[in-house]
């Protein structure tokens, strides 16, 4: 099964380059349920290999919430970001895509891209560090001893409520207006917007996933 955390958006070209929103989901992962995992004698951060008749790829394992008999692979992983540019190119693959089928719906044409039936292989134990998954909401490990995802310093924001504001609309004139489109005309406006809430957040997102 394949969805979301939301820290990312679609293929993390924007979210990517974001520091607290890169740190707090760096890298692939797959997730396992606590039983699945223990009849395997696996555990948080190990290497594993998941495979489809369609493709494989490699991620280390977060021993979560799901239930038993499910797999679950983040799908913003591509390659942009890496050496390969649009493919794996010699290395392996972290794509959740790599694993789905070739195939759509009959009617609404809609490519089958969340689910696929998969094995999965140990390659490597892992070496205490734990999967490069968020600590929130779907993601939470069983285990204990994974560091909480948090955005850190640079990530802390202050805002005022009630700040005083000019902010306001021009006339329903077109002047000081931008066009959209021949005969029409779009308001810009002008001054400087109003804070509307306090807050002084260390940054810590909530982040989950979906299957949209």
Same mark, same amino acid.
């Given at each position: 099964?394949?969805?979301?955390?939301?820290?990312?958006?679609?293929?993390?070209?924007?979210?990517?380059?974001?520091?607290?929103?890169?740190?707090?989901?760096?890298?692939?992962?797959?997730?396992?349920?606590?039983?699945?995992?223990?009849?395997?004698?696996?555990?948080?951060?190990?290497?594993?290999?998941?495979?489809?008749?369609?493709?494989?790829?490699?991620?280390?394992?977060?021993?979560?919430?799901?239930?038993?008999?499910?797999?679950?692979?983040?799908?913003?992983?591509?390659?942009?970001?890496?050496?390969?540019?649009?493919?794996?190119?010699?290395?392996?693959?972290?794509?959740?895509?790599?694993?789905?089928?070739?195939?759509?719906?009959?009617?609404?044409?809609?490519?089958?891209?969340?689910?696929?039936?998969?094995?999965?292989?140990?390659?490597?134990?892992?070496? +205490? /560090?734990?999967? !490069?998954? #968020? @600590?929130? *909401?779907?993601?939470?490990?069983?285990?204990?001893?994974? %560091?909480? &995802?948090?955005?850190?310093?640079?990530?802390?924001?202050?805002?005022?409520?009630?700040?005083?504001?000019?902010?306001?609309?021009?006339?329903?004139?077109?002047?000081?207006?931008?066009?959209?489109?021949? +005969? /029409?005309?779009? !308001?810009? #406006? @002008?001054? *400087?917007?109003?804070?509307?809430?306090?807050?002084?957040? %260390?940054? &810590?997102?909530?982040?989950?996933?979906?299957?949209?």
């Amino acid at each position: 099964m394949t969805g979301r955390t939301l820290y990312h958006f679609h293929t993390r070209t924007k979210t990517g380059r974001a520091p607290q929103l890169q740190a707090a989901a760096p890298e692939v992962w797959v997730e396992m349920s606590p039983s699945d995992a223990a009849d395997r004698g696996w555990g948080e951060g190990d290497l594993l290999e998941v495979g489809t008749p369609r493709g494989r790829v490699e991620a280390r394992l977060r021993v979560s919430g799901i239930r038993p008999g499910v797999l679950f692979l983040p799908f913003h992983y591509g390659y942009w970001d890496t050496p390969g540019g649009h493919e794996p190119d010699g290395a392996p693959g972290r794509a959740a895509n790599e694993l789905t089928p070739t195939d759509w719906d009959p009617v609404s044409k809609q490519p089958i891209f969340k689910t696929a039936a998969a094995q999965v292989e140990l390659l490597e134990r892992g070496d +205490g /560090r734990p999967a !490069p998954a #968020p @600590t929130t *909401t779907g993601s939470r490990p069983v285990t204990h001893g994974v %560091p909480p &995802t948090r955005g850190g310093a640079a990530a802390l924001v202050e805002e005022r409520e009630g700040a005083r504001s000019n902010w306001h609309w021009p006339s329903r004139s077109c002047t000081g207006r931008r066009p959209t489109s021949p +005969g /029409r005309c779009s !308001p810009s #406006p @002008t001054g *400087t917007r109003p804070t509307t809430r306090s807050s002084t957040s %260390p940054g &810590t997102s909530p982040a989950g996933r979906s299957g949209t």
